[in-house]
């Protein structure tokens, strides 16, 4: 063996040495980090059915908060159950979701553990900003239920852009953050626990993995987190502006718009109705400044820091926007309104056989209804009245016995009065901008 090669061996081993030996910092992120199981409701097909989910998550104060996935533990969790590092478990309730972003934030049964004098590791945050490709970073959880899992990547990219991002739970998701993307082996059951680097700093909280691909795995990052875990912990949710732009890159367009390198953003399109269509923007139009300060929205990846200043605004505040439009500039004044889901409330009808959801201002405007008034039916069960008189996913049940239906509670209400003298029901619903009636019988 040569001198030469002797010498690569000896730095190899002692480069892999160095990256396996734990630093005291690890091993406190180790005692940190928990498995996180939920029994949870859901509305499907009509009935509400219950079912189970293991997750993982991280302890982030001394009170016992612990940051995890909006995909682990759900609104409509009933029981959720904590395995501290010692292995017993802890009670846990949730403080908020934030299904925007993926987070959400659990507190342990401070009574219960001080009852059975159980001791905590809290974890501490690195900065995402100092985050390099190739950079030596590791996964904490329990895929697939194997509890205190570690595995060990890189960051294979500190920004990765998602036109189209993974809805969780059916909400909209990823829209005001890029991602970590990582080769460290992310599985099911990994989601909510910590990302970290050597020193056990929490950079991301893993998310998410692209099934049937290999070393594919990505983070929400740790600048984020901390600021939604702050949001989650005084108000329990994140309350954001919107206007109803939907931007786009503008990479190979600044020719055809006459536009500097680095210079604004496009807008792609304008939701209708939205504060935005009603001042008076379009698609087409490019977005030059907001409140004076200009926008480079040139690559995708520039688009979520965008979106979030605006998401950051008070609700009910006015934007300046710096709009060019076939050459010419003007400013428009935006008045934003609070940012909400395409998701409304939802129950189920068991008499009826039915689970609905209410219409919410933005899935009205997806779908071009004159109004939020109505129903959504998301569900029907075989063999009961919905079913059989023909009502199916996706009908708006806007009258009840000719009484207007604007919420849940009058479809609760009338399916209280129907199950105490069954009898006929009529009920009106929209399907594809036609009106039909349908008799519910006993």
């Given at each position: 063996?040569t ?8 730095l ?6 160095t990256?396996?030996?734990p630093t ?8 940190a980090?928990?498995r ?6 859901a509305y499907?097909a009509?009935s ?11 302890i982030?104060s ?7 996935n909006?995909?682990v ?5 009933v029981?959720?159950n ?6 017993e ?8 979701w934030?299904?925007?972003t993926?987070?959400?934030l659990l ?9 059975k004098g159980?001791?905590?590791t809290v ?10 490709p190739?950079?030596?970073v590791y996964?904490v ?7 205190r899992?570690v595995?060990r990547?890189?960051i ?7 036109a189209d991002?993974r ?9 005001f953050n890029?991602?970590?993307?990582t080769?460290a082996?992310?599985?099911p ?10 020193a056990?700093?929490i950079?991301g909280?893993n998310s ?6 290999d ?5 929400i990052p740790s ?14 949710r994140?309350t954001?502006s919107?206007i109803g ?10 020719d ?15 939701d209708?109705?939205s ?9 087409g ?7 004076g300060?200009?926008?480079?929205g040139r690559?995708?990846e520039?688009l979520?820091p965008?979106?979030?200043r605006?998401?950051i ?8 926007l710096?709009?060019?439009r ?7 004044v935006?008045e934003?309104?609070e ?6 409330e ?7 056989g039915l689970?609905?959801?209410e219409?919410?201002r ?5 779908n071009?209804?004159?109004d939020?008034?109505g129903?959504?039916v998301?569900?029907v069960q075989r063999?009961?009245p ?5 009502l ?10 000719d009484?207007?239906?604007s919420?849940i509670e ?7 009065a129907?199950?105490a003298?069954p009898?006929?029901?009529?009920v009106?619903?929209r399907r ?9 019988k006993?």
């Open positions: 063996m001198w030469l090669a002797a010498t690569l061996i000896g190899f081993l002692l480069q892999s040495r990256v396996a030996e005291e910092g690890f091993r406190q992120l180790l005692d980090v928990v996180i199981d939920v029994r949870e409701y499907e009509g509400k059915r219950f079912q189970s989910g293991v997750g993982s998550g991280v982030v001394d009170d016992g908060l612990i940051l995890t909006a995909h533990v759900g609104l409509r969790a029981e959720i904590v395995t501290l590092s010692n292995l478990r802890v009670g846990a309730e949730l403080v908020g934030d299904h925007w993926d987070l959400a507190r342990l049964d401070a009574e219960e553990v001080a009852r159980f001791e905590f974890a501490e945050f690195g900065d995402t900003k100092d985050l390099y190739g950079e030596t996964a959880g329990t895929p697939h239920g194997l509890t899992t595995t990547g890189i294979s990219n500190p920004r990765r852009f998602f991002s809805g969780v739970k059916g909400y909209e998701t990823g829209q890029t991602w970590l993307q080769d082996a992310i599985n059951g990994n989601s909510g626990g910590p990302l970290v680097t050597s056990g700093r950079v909280i998410r993995g692209y099934t049937g691909a070393n594919l795995g990505f983070a600048d984020t987190a901390q600021r939604v875990m702050h949001g989650l912990a005084a108000d329990g994140i954001r919107y732009i939907v931007p786009g890159a503008l990479r190979d367009l600044e055809f718009y006459d536009l500097e390198l680095n210079t604004g953003m496009l807008i792609n399109s304008v209708p109705g504060p935005a269509a009603q001042a008076g923007l379009r698609g139009d490019i977005l030059l400044a907001i409140d300060e200009p926008v480079d690559f995708p520039q979520p965008i979106k979030h605006i998401a605004q008070p609700v009910g505040s006015e934007l300046s710096t709009v060019k076939n050459g010419e500039t003007k400013d428009y935006v934003t309104e940012l909400v889901s395409r998701v409304g939802e129950s189920v009808v068991e008499v009826w689970s609905i959801r219409v919410s933005t899935y009205a405007r997806e071009q209804f004159p939020e008034e129903v959504l998301i569900g063999g009961f919905a079913r059989v008189a023909g199916s996913t996706g009908d708006v049940i806007t009258k009840i016995n009484q207007p239906v919420t009058d479809v609760m209400a009338a399916a209280e129907y199950a003298n009898e006929k029901v009529l009106e619903a594809q901008f036609r009106v039909s009636l349908y008799v519910l006993p």
